[in-house]
């Protein structure tokens, strides 16, 4: 028969047991990823003794963790999410204020330099303004200098914490291998003692996991949990886990792709479809940095050679025509690691209107080359052959081909990303600046007739006869000669183009009128190249004539800025689901002191009713020795 | 729903932070004064900013153009007021010299002043700009444009016109090159000239010359001879175009013309008609000064010299309505820059205000959100306080 101390021991065991579990509760009540856990108690089967059962007492069934497995998995992708949304926007806004300052951003250098155009076309002899327009050149090259230089550095701090975060990450996939194996054979001891001390660790480092790359799980029947990158690729299968590499990159050794290494060699994880912080910085250098530098050095590129041309156009203040004025990096083009041809590539920009900047990645199939754009894979017209005479042109860039290629060789273009960094002013002496026009126009004051002429504007630069002295003289009232040549007929205020310049005359002649087209002589102080320089900014010119280098600095601003803009409101928007998941899961799996509070004092009450329970069987027992002594 | 410990704390610590975040913002735009710290805060109005700034700075460069070019304009209009000053002198000094009784010495001691005349306008031809530069040098205008010596008047300077910006798609131009000022006048009546020939013996003097019918003159040159009280018009081929008696003080027409001699020519003594050629102001003086000089005790000396006069003073009269024109120039662009500078100022006030409407925080609005701020931090702190304290274990044992 069930006796009183054997029920009353249960008792006392059961209680204490359950005091043990509400005080570890009470301990872990700010321990971080805690599930609280509650001894279930079931009674003891009872006896029959004839009239009826008698019950035995009571046991612990089971002790059982609060976990809702849903609302721990919706948690884990919305970490994965905010994961990545912080990383992106952090990193953004980086990036919107290093663009947006006023001390650091290129919309103030480039004003100042129009500016001082400006200054230099109305004092073009003054040695003061022509060495403050080449102090605001040097400041506006050391502008993009800098800004290019502290994106590559962001380019560097992206590959370094890709790299930390691939070693975080592998540190937890062989914790959870490990996990794992412990939980396996926990199980397999008894299945209603589930380790919950383990599961907790478990879900924690998992949790840590989506956070880093954004995982799924799936849970297996021994209580293993497999892990998976949200792309599919196993992470964690069972007991074995699986190592994330940060392998070079095949075009550039100084960025990084991630692979998984794998018993049958490593797989390529594309860097969309990751996410996490992992995928957060992948997708932040490929939609957010590349572009910002690929378009600032499209701004770089597009001014210096528009400044040169103009510059070239003009003289200086020794006489001379104008010479280079800004240097900037050509466009790099790098050869695949593993190439096994010979061919290399010379690149130059030749149309600005049609240059884009984003990456190019050109192919040998063995006969032909193709271009296609890196990352989308969308094919992009090439046309030429890659001859000196005969160049590849593609978006604007023109590609000398040197070597021989073998087949599925590939090389990768970046046409404007570098541009910025190596932008230099090549004019160090300020009577070098080109201010004045090449040649000058005048009338003979002999003449008779009321003709005047204007002012001539250069058509062609580079006409080796521009700068020669030549005469028009009318033979008659309606017909000239140009240097000897001729004649033609004379109409009021049409073009004359001769040698490259372009003039026009006005008024009524008279035969053996002369006017006279020579070149500006040194000391000069006309302003016409200097007036022009200034305007620079402002006529059309990128994505096919229709933007100007002003309108395209505040582009870049605004492109950056709604990217910081959109990572900002999305990463808000995701910390406040967030908040919310993890107040329902606090809802079901937390800690409240107050309730563990009571059920502390109920159990001790209980624990001191079932002690009493002893004491009487004790007491019973006595007396039963009591009236058997003799 | 049921709420464990760490949710309340959580919750009470997420709405602190919350306030506390905004508060920071609101704190920075109101001591930067700046609505927008970046481009995110507001991307479609930081680009419309930026463009707006360069417009700013690019009024004040025009603004800079335009005092400039404003001071060269002015400099140029007072030089040439002086030249016209000197210029009447030198016509009120010639006209008193015509005067019939005056001796050789007399018209010698007046052309010494006119040469001081002269002298003077050369050096108002070589004004200095301030800066180092000649003023009517045209773009050449490093060294002094204008010499006057015995080979005639030499120019240094070359015949580029400068403009400059002085607003939006405005453009003046800058002082004439001093070719056009003082070397390219017409002389005559500004469409045909009448001399004397140097050769003439007679005592024939001109009266008067003018254009009476523009549309019959063909610019062609012609000659006046006078013989045996007769007077025969030749043209260049020496054909004869026109004949008749000549009556001293009677006017003599042919091709739209019509000029008066006076006196008594001698026979062969010719006046040559020809299209007006340009000549220099200097050239002008000195040709009056040269009359001058020339002794003239013949009545045919005294009619050369009374010819020379009336030459002069016409090419005199000639170069002074020119300066007036160039003035009249001057002054048009000064206006033009004037109506730049009213323009240029609406302008500025226009795009300042767009500017601050887009980039200034309004103050009234953000010291309102701070108080707001504020209180609700002061709430969520206070609350969390009376409510953290809150326990069962407070009352065990």
């Known amino acids: 028969m069930p006796d009183i101390l054997s029920t009353g021991s249960s008792a006392l065991l059961a209680f204490q047991r359950m005091m043990a579990t509400t005080s570890n509760n009470v301990a872990n009540a700010n321990t971080p990823g805690y599930t609280r856990q509650r001894a279930l108690l079931g009674s003891r089967g009872g006896q029959d003794i004839g009239p009826g059962y008698v019950g035995s007492g009571v046991q612990i069934n089971r002790i059982e963790r609060l976990a809702d497995d849903f609302v721990i998995s919706r948690l884990r992708d919305s970490a994965s999410e905010l994961g990545r949304l912080s990383q992106l926007s952090s990193l953004s806004s980086r990036i919107d204020r290093m663009v947006s300052d006023p001390a650091s951003g290129i919309a103030k250098p480039l004003s100042d330099f129009l500016d001082a155009a400006q200054s230099l076309s109305s004092q073009p002899a003054s040695s003061a303004a022509r060495s403050d327009f080449l102090g605001k050149a040097q400041v506006l090259a050391a502008r993009f200098r800098t800004l290019d230089g502290q994106l590559d550095g962001m380019v560097n701090e992206s590959t370094r914490r890709a790299e930390t975060l691939v070693d975080g990450i592998n540190t937890d996939l062989r914790e959870v291998a490990r996990l794992n194996g412990e939980v396996v054979r926990a199980l397999a001891l008894g299945s209603n003692a589930p380790p919950n001390d383990l599961l907790d660790q478990r879900d924690a480092i998992v949790q840590r996991l989506s956070q880093r790359i954004g995982v799924t799980v799936a849970a297996q029947d021994g209580g293993a949990l497999n892990v998976f990158t949200n792309t599919g690729q196993a992470l964690v299968v069972g007991r074995t886990a699986s190592t994330l590499a940060a392998t070079p990159d095949p075009y550039d050794p100084g960025r990084r792709e991630m692979s998984l290494q794998t018993a049958n060699g490593p797989i390529l994880l594309g860097s969309s479809g990751l996410g996490g912080e992992l995928g957060g910085l992948l997708e932040f250098a490929r939609d957010v940095l590349d572009p910002a530098q690929e378009r600032l050095g499209r701004l770089a590129t597009a001014f210096a050679q528009t400044v040169n041309a103009q510059h070239r156009e003009g003289v200086d203040y020794y006489g001379d025509l104008g010479g280079e004025l800004f240097t900037v990096t050509p466009p790099q083009v790098s050869a695949r690691n593993s190439n096994t041809g010979t061919a290399g590539f010379t690149a130059s920009v030749s149309n600005i209107g049609a240059l884009n900047g984003a990456a190019i990645e050109l192919t040998f199939n063995g006969a032909s080359w193709s271009a296609v754009r890196q990352g989308t894979g969308q094919a992009l017209g090439m046309t030429g052959t890659g001859t000196v005479a005969d160049p590849f042109v593609v978006e604007g860039v023109s590609l000398v081909l040197n070597g021989a290629a073998a087949a599925s060789d590939a090389f990768l273009l970046r046409p404007t990303a570098a541009a910025g960094g190596g932008m230099q002013v090549q004019i160090t002496d300020p009577n070098r600046l080109a201010a004045a026009n090449p040649v000058r126009s005048s009338a003979a004051v002999a003449n008779t007739g009321a003709a005047s002429i204007g002012t001539p504007s250069v058509l062609d630069a580079t006409n080796p006869s521009l700068r020669a002295p030549v005469d028009i003289v009318f033979v008659d009232a309606n017909n000239y000669t140009i240097d000897g040549t001729g004649p033609f007929a004379y109409t009021q205020g049409a073009p004359i183009s001769y040698n490259g310049w372009q003039v026009a005359l006005q008024g009524p002649a008279v035969a053996g009128d002369t006017f006279s087209i020579g070149p500006t002589p040194p000391r000069s102080s006309d302003n016409g190249n200097a007036r022009l320089l200034a305007a620079v900014g402002s006529g059309g010119l990128l994505d096919g004539g229709t933007v100007s280098m002003s309108s395209d600095v505040a582009g870049i601003s605004a492109q950056i800025g709604s990217s910081a803009r959109r990572a900002d409101l999305a990463r808000d928007a995701q910390s406040t689901i967030d908040t919310q998941i993890q107040q329902e899961r606090e809802s079901i799996s937390g800690v409240n002191l107050d309730e563990e509070a009571a059920n502390l004092m109920r159990f001790q009450q209980a624990y001191q009713a079932a002690a009493q329970v002893i004491a009487v069987a004790d007491t019973v027992f006595q007396s039963l020795l009591a009236a058997m002594r003799r | ?397």
């Open chain 2, 1 to 397: 729903m049921r709420v464990s410990t760490t949710s309340l704390f959580q919750q009470a610590l997420l709405g602190m932070g919350d306030r506390t975040s905004n508060l920071a913002r609101i704190q920075q735009q109101l001591a930067t004064g700046l609505r927008m710290s970046s481009a995110a805060s507001d991307p479609v109005g930081w680009s419309t900013a930026v463009a707006v700034d360069r417009a700013v700075a690019e009024l004040e460069q025009f603004g800079g153009n335009a005092t400039i070019l404003r001071n060269r304009l002015e400099l140029a209009d007072a030089s040439l007021d002086q030249v016209g000053d000197r210029l009447s002198r030198v016509r009120e000094l010639s006209l008193q010299a015509a005067n019939g009784t005056y001796t050789d010495d007399q018209r010698r001691a007046i052309a010494l002043e006119l040469r001081q005349q002269l002298r003077a306008v050369v050096d108002s031809a070589n004004t200095s700009d301030g800066t180092g530069r000649y003023l009517f040098g045209g773009s050449a205008d490093a060294v002094p444009p204008f010499a006057f010596g015995i080979s005639g008047a030499s120019y240094a300077g070359d015949q580029n016109r400068r403009s400059l910006e002085v607003a939006p798609e405005t453009a003046v131009e800058d002082v004439d090159p001093g070719s056009e000022i003082f070397l390219r006048i017409r002389t005559g009546d500004g469409t045909f000239v009448v001399r004397q020939d140097p050769a003439n013996a007679g005592a024939a003097t001109l009266r008067a010359t003018a254009m009476v019918d523009p549309s019959a003159w063909d610019g062609g040159d012609y000659r006046v001879v006078f013989n045996a009280g007769n007077y025969q018009v030749l043209d260049a081929a020496n054909a004869v175009v026109g004949a008749g008696a000549f009556v001293a003080g009677e006017p003599i027409e042919f091709r739209g013309v019509r000029i008066i001699v006076d006196g008594a020519p001698a026979n062969g003594d010719t006046f040559a008609v020809s299209p007006a050629p340009t000549q220099d102001v200097f050239s002008t003086i000195q040709n009056l000064i040269d009359a001058l000089e020339t002794p003239a005790v013949t009545p045919s000396q005294r009619a050369t010299q009374r010819n020379a006069i009336y030459a002069g003073i016409e090419d005199l009269t000639r170069a002074q309505e020119h300066i007036i024109d160039r003035r009249a120039g001057f002054g048009a662009r000064l206006n033009t820059i004037e109506q730049a500078d009213a323009g240029r100022e609406a302008n500025g006030v226009l795009l300042k205000t767009t500017l601050s409407e887009l980039r200034d925080v309004d103050y009234a609005q953000a010291i309102s959100q701070l108080n707001l701020e504020m209180t609700a931090l002061q709430a969520a702190q206070q609350s969390f306080v009376r409510i953290q304290n809150l326990s069962l274990f407070n009352y065990l044992g």
